[in-house]
């Protein structure tokens, strides 16, 4: 049927079997769904979908969190969305970490765990902090610490293990098929849709879910209904020599530079593997086709390096550079997710928008999403808010 690449043909035992069992009652047919984008949204979409009896379908057009899910730095926070629209997906989402981590063993497959969060000030040109107010290794010129998430409140993951890891189990125990291929366009109607892929390849079903990320607003069916900017940010890992000086502490900084220039809010997070993720530098630029070909700018690395060694000294040159990236945070017009059917498209569903918190608010996504499209409505979240409804015009 495609002439992409078939990434993984699961067995149909599993069906063959059950209706040999009860040769007068078959199966009813499952309902099949056709998830396109594999970051961390649809994945999780297609995780969840699939746990419920769907038969999904997951066209991806490079590989499995090439983006942003990804290059993410993995951050969770319970309660930091508070007094907000994301609030309740947020706190739903980061007790769902905490149950999927020990579903898939995430503490060894992708570096869960909880994390005491630090924010502190950094003035480059400053003396080195000699006090015992801060972890060891952040011996730099740093100041004001402040307590601003505890081991019950904050946690991270490995963005891109974790998006993997969950993508191989719903492919592995529910039989979730990954097709490499672009995704062009979707018809809809009687009942059905169908996904049109670049190079001739059509993926029939009865809904489709949209979960381009920041390729939302290149696809043409979507460029009318909701408008999804990328915002370009970078990050550099580091791996330094002595691997155990280092806390399981995030860092948010407010950091001044040497010579003038605006502060910045570069953020830290040490990873459980031994490595240290720096990221920031935010710029507004065009998304580029491929995700392959998103490139840092050298400048922005540079300053993330020169933060990292201020810092801590264990964070300077002698430490190993393992990554130097960029990839595009997918935001809306009022910095709200955008998720539900698209209105006057019958079984065509959104999920895209999620800014700065998409890790963290993946999988009550992905699992608000499924009850949507197989039940009619969520209840572990109320989508409501996030309707796709609010920017179409009356
Ligand atoms: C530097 C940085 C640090 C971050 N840190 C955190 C953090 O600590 N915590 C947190 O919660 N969030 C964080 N985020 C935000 C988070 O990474 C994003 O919100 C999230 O990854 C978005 O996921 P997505 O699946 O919507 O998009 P993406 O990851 O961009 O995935 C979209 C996918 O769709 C595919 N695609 C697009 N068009 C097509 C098509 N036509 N056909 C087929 N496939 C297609 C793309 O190839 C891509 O794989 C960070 C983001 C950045 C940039």
Redesign the pocket.
């Given at each position: 049927m495609f002439s992409n690449k078939l990434l993984f043909a699961p067995s149909r035992f599993n069906t063959i079997t059950s209706s040999m069992n009860n040769p007068q009652q078959p199966d009813p047919p499952k309902k099949r769904v056709v998830v396109?984008?594999?970051?961390?949204?649809?994945?999780c979409t297609a995780y969840f979908l699939s746990k419920k009896g769907a038969a999904v379908t997951l066209?991806?057009?490079?590989?499995?969190?090439?983006?942003?899910?990804?290059?993410?730095?993995?951050?969770?926070?319970f309660d930091w969305c508070d007094g907000g629209p994301v609030s309740s997906l947020a706190r739903a989402s980061f007790n769902l970490h905490r149950s999927l981590a020990q579903e898939l063993d995430g503490v060894e497959s992708y570096g869960y765990r909880p994390v005491n969060t630090l924010s502190l000030s950094v003035t480059e040109s400053g003396k080195p902090n000699r006090k015992s107010t801060v972890p060891g290794w952040i011996d730099g010129p740093v100041k004001s610490p402040r307590t601003i998430g505890t081991i019950e409140t904050t946690a991270?993951v490995h963005?891109q293990l974790f998006?993997r890891k969950l993508m191989e189990k719903a492919m592995a125990e529910y039989g979730v098929e990954v097709v490499i291929?672009?995704?062009?366009s979707v018809e809809t109607g009687g009942g059905k849709v169908t996904a049109l892929?670049?190079g001739g390849g059509v993926i029939d079903g009865d809904a489709v879910v949209l979960?381009?990320?920041?390729?939302?607003s290149?696809?043409k069916l979507l460029e009318s209904v909701v408008r999804v900017h990328g915002?370009?940010?970078?990050?550099v890992v580091l791996e330094p020599k002595d691997v155990d000086a280092i806390s399981a502490d995030a860092l948010f900084l407010s950091y001044q530079p040497a010579h003038g220039g605006p502060p910045m809010d570069p953020?830290i997070?040490p990873r459980p593997t031994g490595e240290v993720y720096i990221?920031?530098m935010?710029s507004q630029e065009e998304v580029p086709d491929?995700?392959e070909q998103i490139e840092p700018n050298p400048d922005s690395i540079r300053v993330l390096k020169r933060v990292a060694g201020t810092v801590s000294s264990h964070l300077g040159e002698e430490s190993r550079v393992k990554a130097e990236q960029?990839?595009?945070?997918?935001c809306t017009d009022d910095s709200v997710p955008v998720i539900g059917e698209i209105p006057g498209m019958a079984g065509c569903y959104v999920?895209?928008?999620?800014?700065?918190?998409?890790?963290?608010?993946?999988p009550a996504t992905g699992a608000a999403v499924a009850e949507l499209v197989m039940d009619g409505s969520s209840t572990i979240v109320d989508l409501t808010r996030f309707s796709p409804a609010r920017f179409v015009r009356k």
């Open positions: 396109c984008g594999g970051g961390i949204i649809g994945v066209v991806e057009q490079s590989s499995i969190a090439c983006a942003a899910s990804g290059k993410a730095g993995g951050f969770l926070a991270q963005p998006t291929g672009k995704v062009k892929l670049e979960a381009l990320g920041p390729w939302t290149k696809f915002l370009k940010a970078h990050s953020e997070y990221c920031g935010s491929d995700p960029a990839c595009f945070l997918p999920a895209t928008g999620h800014s700065c918190w998409g890790i963290l608010n993946g």
